[in-house]
């Protein structure tokens, strides 16, 4: 048989499992935001680690064309990036760098969050060596026990940065914790920052993230720093009507059987069928991301219908019951995360379920799983099933 019988890529409506992501959702979302700071407020909108499973350079590009200031990232590889697709917005690494990493972030004007002198130092003597000025932000550890120069530290380490001639303190800042938590820790986490407020008069501040924003508008400063939000997931259960999900996952129905009571469900037989059923198998697994903690626990929607997970997930493959739903068959469309008809699966369902956050369950969907950008202002962002 020819070559053209059998073309080495299937057509794209034939894709087993699938991400879409909505660009209207994102910007509403940024209008919210908006709306709980002040007009000269500055929003670093974090797009670390793939933009929480969004897509790094798209995300990126639509929050840069929605006039979003800065991009916060986690690491030189994610600017190196964010470089080569002629992003040019202002940049800031959210975590500590190397000594490696200093010459090319002076060279690109790359913002970092520093938390030691040493940093400091070699941003500094990068610096030199180019001609330029190094752009640091300085944190202070007020109660997160991470990132941060310890406040008793604090004045001498920043006094000392202060001398490198070749580096410019750009903003200070702190982390809260426990912000969708605990009011009263985050303010004493507040208070603790405002402690020093007389030592780097004159410099910007931030200190807010997503559920801060929602707890004092005192905390949004000169900048706030905005990750879950924007994507559409609420950071307190009370913030999910203002919000809209960028973010849906979706697979295919690939086999469909009916089994007999009794009959076992996948490896470890952790089910076994209470009645005659019908059983689908859905085109995707751990190995894609969605957690195995989920077997016997979650739903997917199969015609707007919940339908319930039975047996263990496997690597590529689980099984769900669709027995009330005869008319589902092989190659339906099945939704992990989303909405379909009046039902719908939350990324935070999933993850009270799995006994985890939000965050992991969206930055855990497998990169290798086709991204479709829907309704991007950047027509090159988007892509379609059918192309």
């Known amino acids: 048989m020819s070559k053209e019988s059998y073309p080495l890529y299937p057509p794209l409506p034939h894709l087993r ?4 992501i909505d660009g209207r959702a994102l910007r509403f979302n940024i209008r919210v935001a908006r709306t709980r700071i002040p007009k000269k407020t500055k929003i670093i909108a974090v797009v670390k680690s793939e933009a929480y499973g969004h897509g790094l350079i ?60 040493h940093e400091a130092l070699w941003l500094n003597e990068a610096a030199e060596r180019q001609g330029k000025r190094a752009i640091v932000h300085l944190k202070i550890d007020t109660g997160m026990g991470r990132l941060g120069f310890m406040p008793f530290q604090f004045i001498q380490e920043m006094e000392k940065i202060k001398k490198l001639s070749s580096l410019s303190i750009a903003a200070i800042c702190t982390h809260f914790s426990q912000a969708d938590t605990d009011i009263e820790f985050t303010e004493k986490q507040w ?103 989920l077997s016997n626990k979650a739903y997917v929607l199969i015609k707007g219908k919940r339908c319930p997970i039975r047996g263990a997930i496997t690597m590529n493959l689980m099984m769900v019951d669709v027995t009330e739903l005869p008319s589902c068959k092989v190659g339906d469309e099945a939704v992990l995360i989303g909405t379909q008809g009046k039902e719908s699966i939350t990324a935070d369902e999933l993850a009270k379920l799995s006994g985890t956050i939000s965050y992991e369950i969206i930055t855990n969907i497998h990169a290798n799983l086709r991204r479709n950008y829907r309704h991007f202002l950047s027509r090159s962002n988007e892509c379609s099933l059918y192309e």
């Open 58 to 117: 798209p995300i990126s590009k639509e929050l840069v064309q929605s006039g979003i200031e800065i991009l916060g990232i986690n690491n030189i590889d994610e600017a190196i990036e964010l470089r080569n697709a002629g992003i040019r917005t202002p940049l800031l690494i959210l975590c500590p760098i190397l000594a490696p990493d200093a010459p090319f972030i002076v060279a690109h004007d790359i913002g970092v969050v520093i938390s030691s002198y």
């Open 17 to 20: 499992s699938w991400v879409d």
């Open 191 to 293: 208070l603790e920052m405002l402690k020093f407020r007389s030592y780097f008069k004159g410099f910007p501040i931030h200190v807010a993230n997503s559920a801060a924003l929602w707890r004092k508008s005192v905390y949004a400063c000169d900048y706030v720093r905005i990750g879950l939000a924007l994507y559409g997931i609420a950071p307190m259960t009370f913030l999910r009507r203002f919000l809209k999900p960028v973010m849906s996952w979706k697979c295919r129905v690939v086999l469909i059987k009916d089994l007999p009571r009794g009959h076992p469900i996948s490896y470890g037989a952790s089910y076994k069928l209470k009645k005659p059923s019908r059983i689908a198998v859905l085109s995707v697994g751990y190995g894609d991301g969605y957690f195995r903690t």
